[in-house]
C-alpha cells in the first residue's frame, strides 16, 4: 500500500511522511509535478496525495496527465478554499479534497477511507461477457485474466462497449455516440485511433491475441 506525496513544502511533506508511517503504511514524496507523473508511470502506487500549488505546474495539470493512463485514487491537498477549485478538482477525476492547515490524523483517516472504497470495487462481468474481461463500473476499470489494464478513460469506455453484446458490430457512428457523449467534436478518426492503441494493449495482455473484430464499412466487434 505505498502512497505518493507530491508536495514542494518539506515540512508538510516530512508531516505526512511520518503520519502515515506511524499509521502502517509505506510512502514516498517528491517536490515537482513532472517528477510525480513520471514516478506514476514507472511505479505501483496505491493511492496519490497531490498538491495544488507546485512550481513547475499545477496540480490539476498533474491530475489531467495521471488519469490519461491511471485510476490512482488521488487526494487534493491544497490551501485554496475556494469552491469552484474543489468542483475542479472533483471533475478531474480527484477522489478527496483536503486544505490546509489540515489535521495529519483526520488526513489518514481520509487516505483509509478511499483506498477501502478502491478495494471494494471488485470486478464483474458484464452481461455477456467471458471471464477474461471483468468490468469495474463505478471505479472505470477493465481487468484481462486477473490483471488490470492500464487504459485511458476513453479506451475503457470503448471497450465497455464492446464487451456488452460480443459478436455484434458496432459502427463508428454508434461508437461516437456511446463512448464521446460528452466531447464537442469527434470524427471516425477518433474511432478508429483508439482502436488501435486499445489492440495494442489487449494484444499484450492477451499474448498477442487480438479479440477486436474488423469489418470493412461496417465497424467493430469484439471476439470472445
Not at 478502491?118 to 481487468?143: C, K, M, W, Y
Request: proline share 4%.
Amino acid at each position: 500500500m505505498k502512497i505518493l506525496i507530491v508536495d514542494d513544502e518539506q515540512a508538510i511533506a516530512d508531516t505526512l511522511l511520518y503520519a502515515l508511517s506511524t499509521n502502517g503504511f509505506e510512502a514516498d514524496s517528491c517536490l515537482l509535478g513532472g517528477e510525480a507523473i513520471n514516478r506514476v508511470a514507472s511505479r505501483d502506487y496505491a493511492l496519490i496525495i497531490l498538491d495544488v500549488g507546485l512550481p513547475d505546474m499545477s496540480g490539476f495539470d498533474v491530475c489531467r496527465e495521471v488519469r490519461r493512463s491511471s485510476n490512482v485514487p488521488i487526494l487534493f491537498l491544497t490551501a485554496r478554499t475556494e469552491e469552484v477549485d474543489r468542483i475542479v478538482g472533483l471533475e478531474l477525476g480527484a477522489d478527496d479534497y483536503v486544505s490546509k492547515p489540515f489535521s495529519p490524523r483526520e488526513l489518514v483517516s481520509r487516505v483509509r477511507a478511499i483506498l477501502r472504497r478502491a478495494r471494494s470495487h471488485e470486478p464483474e462481468n458484464p452481461p455477456g461477457a467471458t471471464p477474461t474481461f471483468q468490468v469495474d463500473r463505478e471505479g472505470l476499470r477493465i481487468a484481462c485474466k486477473g490483471q488490470w489494464l492500464n487504459l485511458t478513460r476513453y479506451e475503457t469506455l470503448l471497450l465497455i462497449c464492446l464487451l456488452e453484446h460480443p459478436g455484434r458490430v458496432y459502427s463508428r457512428a454508434v461508437l461516437m455516440d456511446k463512448v464521446w457523449t460528452d466531447a464537442e467534436e469527434t470524427v471516425d478518426r477518433t474511432v478508429d485511433t483508439h482502436i488501435k492503441t486499445l489492440r495494442a494493449k489487449l494484444r499484450t495482455a492477451l499474448s498477442g491475441q487480438d479479440p477486436i473484430v474488423t469489418h470493412r464499412g461496417l465497424g467493430y466487434s469484439i471476439d470472445l
